[in-house]
């Protein structure tokens, strides 16, 4: 079951050392689409589950520009089982230091993640951990690496990054739409679920469920 109950007063934390790391950046499909290759049980000793990488949860990786530490947070929205050797006849080596040959298949299966980047945030740091400041939900003016490892967003984390001076913000949703195509309506919809899981009780939440709602069941008429 998902954990988006509201953090207590000890874990207000936007980011901590225990968050979940579930992967690493293999590719980009554009600077606001990643593809994040999960890590498996060769890589962790505790790797993540499926309920660690479900569809609509937030993300983060964090960065550093011009001297600055940034977390870029993000949102799963696919993912797919690709075994890209499969069909090769020749068998190879398991690893670059085992002579056995085994049939390519056995270690290339790989779950990956589509994310989509929400916005960033600077962080400041504390005993306890990370606090956001100075949160931005516009397009980030620069991308992550292939390798950067990319971490479950706390619900405290979630909550900071759509706190606004004057209520809720939610400057991403035009753009989430079109980076996430086919999902993009249901990804919406996850995010607001989340929201309201936490105690965030904002009537533009209730408008955009309304629009995304009557826009998707017009085009495709899956959402009700």
Do not use: C
């Given at each position: 079951?998902?954990?988006?109950?509201?953090?207590s007063d000890t874990d207000r934390r936007a980011v901590q050392a225990s968050d979940k790391t579930l992967g690493t950046v293999v590719e980009s499909n554009s600077q606001m689409d990643y593809a994040v290759e999960v890590y498996r049980e060769p890589d962790r000793e505790e790797p993540p589950g499926p309920d660690d990488y479900e569809f609509g949860q937030p993300v983060y990786a964090r960065t550093t520009v011009v001297g600055d530490e940034y977390a870029l947070v993000g949102v799963v929205y696919d993912a797919k089982l690709v075994a890209p050797d499969q069909g090769r006849e020749t068998p190879r080596l398991s690893t670059p230091d085992q002579d056995v040959f085994v049939p390519s298949y056995v270690d290339e299966r790989q779950t990956i993640l589509g994310v989509a980047a929400l916005g960033y945030a600077e962080l400041t740091e504390d005993d306890?951990?990370?606090e956001f400041e100075s949160v931005d939900q516009r397009m980030p003016r620069w991308t992550l690496d292939v390798d950067d490892a990319i971490r479950k967003l706390s619900?405290?984390?979630?909550?900071?990054?759509?706190e606004g001076p004057d209520g809720i913000r939610l400057q991403y949703y035009d753009r989430l739409l079109a980076t996430a195509g086919a999902f993009g309506a249901e990804v919406v919809l996850a995010l607001l679920d989340r929201l309201d899981q936490i105690g965030i009780d904002d009537d533009l939440l209730d408008v955009i469920e309304q629009q995304v709602r009557w826009s998707n069941a017009t085009d495709r008429g899956v959402v009700r």
């Amino acid at each position: 079951m998902t954990d988006t109950s509201p953090p207590s007063d000890t874990d207000r934390r936007a980011v901590q050392a225990s968050d979940k790391t579930l992967g690493t950046v293999v590719e980009s499909n554009s600077q606001m689409d990643y593809a994040v290759e999960v890590y498996r049980e060769p890589d962790r000793e505790e790797p993540p589950g499926p309920d660690d990488y479900e569809f609509g949860q937030p993300v983060y990786a964090r960065t550093t520009v011009v001297g600055d530490e940034y977390a870029l947070v993000g949102v799963v929205y696919d993912a797919k089982l690709v075994a890209p050797d499969q069909g090769r006849e020749t068998p190879r080596l398991s690893t670059p230091d085992q002579d056995v040959f085994v049939p390519s298949y056995v270690d290339e299966r790989q779950t990956i993640l589509g994310v989509a980047a929400l916005g960033y945030a600077e962080l400041t740091e504390d005993d306890d951990g990370w606090e956001f400041e100075s949160v931005d939900q516009r397009m980030p003016r620069w991308t992550l690496d292939v390798d950067d490892a990319i971490r479950k967003l706390s619900p405290s984390g979630f909550e900071q990054f759509h706190e606004g001076p004057d209520g809720i913000r939610l400057q991403y949703y035009d753009r989430l739409l079109a980076t996430a195509g086919a999902f993009g309506a249901e990804v919406v919809l996850a995010l607001l679920d989340r929201l309201d899981q936490i105690g965030i009780d904002d009537d533009l939440l209730d408008v955009i469920e309304q629009q995304v709602r009557w826009s998707n069941a017009t085009d495709r008429g899956v959402v009700r």
